[in-house]
T-cell receptor
Framework: GAGVSQSPSNKVTEKGKDVELRCDPI?????LYWYRQSLGQGLEFLIY????????KSGLPSDRFSAERTGGSVSTLTIQRTQQEDSAVYLC????????????FGAGTRLSVL | AQKITQTQPGMFVQEKEAVTLDCTYD???????LFWYKQPSSGEMIFLIY??????QNATEGRYSLNFQKARKSANLVISASQLGDSAMYFC??????????????FGKGMKLTVNP
């Protein structure tokens, strides 16, 4: 497909378990972003990757959250010891980092922590 | 302080009519970008239109136009000739800062548009 692909589309887990969310960006896009969308907080920035530069992790809510981007392409967001407040939709976006830097989003992963 | 304000929680419009969705923003940067995204019930965020802070002309993309009033810090989205498929959540977003930074987006809380037949 030509768009940003995220998997799984839905994930139900038990409190305390670890989860991994995957993002496959648009081919050739150098920048990759993770956002979280929850009812109480709206859309929040989590982390940003650009090429070989150090990621901007300023939006990660706690040290239970981490992310990596392998080979400048696929990214994995990992949440350790999940809590109920982690329940949200996790959205991934990618962009070319040209002048407009338009971010194109995937359909998201809906995470439910029971 | 909220950087992006969307005060209309919901709006209803008749099919084929035009509708304006309000967005005000707050920034001290000279260089920034403003975006509108559409999120239908399927959940995907769909890019609609972009306006750069230095762009003198209002952006247009098909039925979408952005009414950019820089002095008022306003970036309203105008949808002409509404269609049933326009029913969705609409988010205004801003990208601040110098190039070389993360250029993350800051989003408003969104507003729900319902187009009636």
């Amino acid at each position: 497909g030509a768009g940003v692909s995220q998997s799984p589309s839905n994930k139900v887990t038990e409190k305390g378990k670890d989860v991994e969310l995957r993002c496959d960006p648009i081919s050739g896009h150098t920048a990759l972003y993770w956002y979280r969308q929850s009812l109480g907080q709206g859309l929040e920035f989590l982390i940003y990757f650009q090429g070989n530069s150090a990621p901007d992790k300023s939006g990660l809510p706690s040290d239970r959250f981490s992310a990596e981007r392998t080979g400048g392409s696929v990214s994995t967001l990992t949440i350790q010891r999940t809590q109920q407040e982690d329940s949200a939709v996790y959205l991934c976006a990618s962009s070319f980092r040209l002048a407009k830097n338009i971010q194109y989003f995937g359909a998201g992963t809906r995470l439910s922590v029971l | 302080a909220q950087k992006i304000t969307q005060t209309q929680p919901g709006m209803f419009v008749q099919e084929k009519e035009a509708v304006t969705l309000d967005c005000t923003y707050d920034t001290s940067d000279q260089s920034y970008g403003l975006f509108w995204y559409k999120q239908p019930s399927s959940g995907e965020m769909i890019f609609l239109i972009y306006q750069g802070s230095y762009d003198e002309q209002n952006a247009t993309e098909g039925r979408y136009s952005l009414n950019f009033q820089k002095a008022r810090k306003s970036a309203n989205l105008v949808i002409s000739a509404s269609q049933l498929g326009d029913s969705a959540m609409y988010f205004c977003a801003m990208r601040e800062g110098q190039q070389g930074g993360s250029e993350k987006l800051v989003f408003g809380k969104g507003m729900k548009l319902t187009v009636n037949p």
